[in-house]
């Protein structure tokens, strides 16, 4: 029994021992790194790996995006897996590259993976790589650099940014939140303002379409005489102008007088009406 139980665990041990694994890093122009494990490994057992920096956003799942067992004890990061043969490590480091007067360094430390391909931040000039790179493919302004070999170091500088500071910028998922505040407190007035015309235009057409459908055809003609005497008329004026009998002329311009649309103003010659 002991033989077999022996057995078990050294075939465990050794298939736990067998395996390959390629490591992705994507650079930044902030600094900050995505960092990318990829194992082939035969089920089941354990493994692990050394992880760089300081990790974020840790995720550990199998090539069906399940996620598994693991534990992180300082730089080792221990896997279990059962059935799966992929196993798939992701996590992002906030400012891991260096600077040192105008250059920008990104350093690997000695890390026990098959292959290591970086991908540097667009419009990248390389001044040193050490050692050299198997493989380096250019591609939409971008170079991308293959190594089978670490540490590694990689020395460069992007034209655009003034690397002579340090390169501290907000999350790349997030506008800054200064610009954002800006932009609010800038666009916070024109938003009021128009806001406000639409309101005042709104509540004009439709207090002006409702009093049009609430007057009558006798008020609409009361109201046409006064516009063709430049807005104001007396009492009588309108009476004699419309030939009506002088309660009836009272009713009508008292009713418009209700509604708002005209004032009525004593002066000794008799009632002055006015459009408001």
């Known amino acids: 029994m002991k033989p077999f139980i022996f057995l078990f665990f050294t075939i465990l041990l050794l298939q736990s021992s067998s395996f390959q694994m390629n490591l992705f890093v994507k650079v930044y122009e902030d600094g900050g790194i995505d960092v990318k494990y990829l194992l082939q490994v035969e089920p089941p057992g354990e493994t692990n790996l050394t992880v760089f920096g300081e990790p974020k956003f840790l995720l550990v799942v199998n090539r069906f995006n399940e996620p598994l067992d693991y534990n992180l004890i300082n730089k080792t990061l221990f896997v279990t897996f059962i059935e799966s043969k992929e196993i798939i490590v992701t996590y992002t480091v906030d400012e891991y590259v260096n600077v040192t007067g105008g250059l920008i360094t990104f350093h690997l430390p000695r890390l026990r993976v098959d292959k290591v391909t970086v991908k540097l931040p667009n419009s990248s000039i390389i001044y040193d790589l050490n050692p050299l790179p198997n493989e380096i493919y250019f591609a939409n302004e971008s170079i991308t650099l293959v190594f089978t070999v670490t540490p590694l170091t990689i020395e460069y500088t992007i034209p655009q940014l003034n690397v002579s500071q340090p ?56 109201i046409s005489f006064l516009k063709g005497k430049g807005g104001a008329a007396y009492q009588s004026e309108i009476r004699e102008g419309i030939n009506l009998p002088v309660s009836t002329a009272w009713r009508r311009v008292k009713r418009l007088e209700e509604k708002g649309i005209v004032e009525i103003i004593k002066t000794p010659r008799g009632n002055l009406v006015r459009l408001k």
């Open 167 to 222: 390169i501290i910028t907000p999350s790349r998922e997030t506008p800054p939140p200064q610009d954002l505040y800006s932009y609010v407190t800038l666009s916070l007035p024109i938003i009021l303002t128009i806001s406000a015309v639409v309101i005042v235009l709104y509540v004009s057409h439709r207090f002006k379409r409702k009093i049009s459908l609430s007057l009558t055809e006798e008020e609409r003609e009361v």
